[in-house]
């Protein structure tokens, strides 16, 4: 017993140690935007003290948001210009218009034009408070309800977007091909996340290789679809600005499509491979004279129950972040032919069926890795 004690915490250091020198080879030479004394940009934050003219109208045309401008005296409070006190206008319009008044908090960009010379603006409104809110009030649920398995899986979110944020990103800039980054990171996340949970046990295994197999059915149905679709990189919305990052940096675009997709069916792909994975698990305590045959098979049952939420999952997951969008074109009157063939809907088409699929396809692969070692009696 105390040797596997040993073993698990120097494995659980060496795989920390690992992780840590990863990041730190993955964001050495990472980018990084300078100032000087005599110029730059920077985006602090700032207090406003005082509404000191206030010049705007209400439009009844555009859903009664203000337009115009308001004088207002703001304090800054963060960054190298802290304490000064400043006059700034502040615009409205329908596509920008950040409403403030005495009290608030609001994010400001600051241009330095020379030494201690400067102009100031109203960037946003402060949203830092509302993250940090946002995430306690998460944490504190998974906590208040899941317990010590809630706080599993906080952790084991944190390091999923500690490993896209400090590990995928910069890699991808220094050239790194995104897929099989992406389906590395998808693996190693994955199986970080059961492991916290379930532990080393059979059932986590089989649903992290199950998730591996899962993502590796999305990414190949979705790179088919993309190559005869002639879908690419390129014909998204950030192309043109990915292309100017390309100038300066050894990315390989064409790949980001397919990691994109990668990386959404993650979630929904784990998810129903643990569900499975787990209820294999308990048939097999049930009943441990059950083959592979009838463990594949209740396994098979449960999945389909499963695969239509599952699938519309991703799919309505796609659509409400297209919805803008889709009214959009919906209001042009656009023929069928003309809408089947633009570039969005194409995109958006070839993400929502890939990961779907993804989905469909993990639940036999995770049946048939958990009904393989369920039947075995070692």
């Not at 402060?126 to 993250?131: A, D, G, V, Y």
């Not at 986590?204 to 197999?213: M, N, P, Q, R, Y």
């Not at 919906?330 to 088409?349: H, K, M, P, W």
Request: aromatic share 8%.
């Amino acid at each position: 017993m105390k040797n596997e004690l040993i073993i698990k915490i120097v494995s659980v250091v060496v795989f920390l140690v690992l992780s840590v020198g990863v990041i730190i080879y993955a964001n050495t030479d990472r980018p990084k935007y300078t100032i000087t004394e005599s110029s730059g940009v920077e985006y602090e934050t700032a207090r406003v003290l005082s509404v000191l003219e206030d010049n705007t109208t209400i439009d009844a045309d555009v859903e009664n948001v203000k337009k115009g401008s308001a004088e207002l005296e703001v304090e800054i409070l963060t960054g190298r210009y802290k304490g000064d006190v400043c006059k700034v206008t502040n615009y409205f319009s329908a596509l920008y218009n950040v409403d403030v008044s005495k009290g608030d908090t609001v994010s400001v960009r600051i241009d330095t034009s020379d030494v201690n010379e400067y102009t100031i603006s109203i960037y946003n409104y402060n949203r830092i408070p509302l993250t940090i809110g946002l995430v306690v009030v998460f944490f504190g649920v998974l906590l208040l309800l899941g317990g010590k398995q809630g706080l599993k899986a906080f952790i084991g979110l944190v390091y999923t977007v500690v490993a896209i944020i400090f590990v995928l990103l910069p890699l991808t800039l220094k050239g790194v091909s995104p897929i099989p980054l992406t389906i590395g990171i998808v693996f190693v996340t994955s199986a970080v996340c059961f492991l916290l949970i379930g532990g080393i046990q059979k059932k986590t295994i089989a649903a992290a290789l199950g998730s591996l197999a899962g993502v590796l059915i999305a990414a190949f149905l979705g790179a088919i679809a993309a190559k005869v679709g002639g879908v690419t990189t390129f014909q998204m919305d950030e192309a043109e600005a990915l292309l100017l990052v390309k100038s300066t940096n050894p990315i390989q675009l064409r790949g980001l499509f397919i990691s994109g997709i990668l990386i959404a069916a993650m979630g929904a792909v784990m998810d129903i491979a643990m569900s499975i994975s787990s209820a294999i698990s308990e048939v097999h305590e049930a009943n441990s004279k059950l083959g592979f045959k009838d463990l594949f098979a209740a396994g098979m049952n449960i999945g389909r129950d499963a695969m239509g939420t599952m699938a519309n999952t991703l799919v309505l997951a796609y659509v409400g972040g297209a919805l803008n969008m889709m009214v959009l074109i919906y209001s042009y009157g656009v023929s069928f032919t003309q809408l089947i063939n633009t570039d969005f809907v194409a995109i958006e088409l070839i993400r929502a069926i890939a990961g779907s699929v993804g989905i469909i396809g993990t639940v036999p692969c995770v049946a048939a890795i958990s009904a393989s070692l369920m039947s075995r009696e070692k």
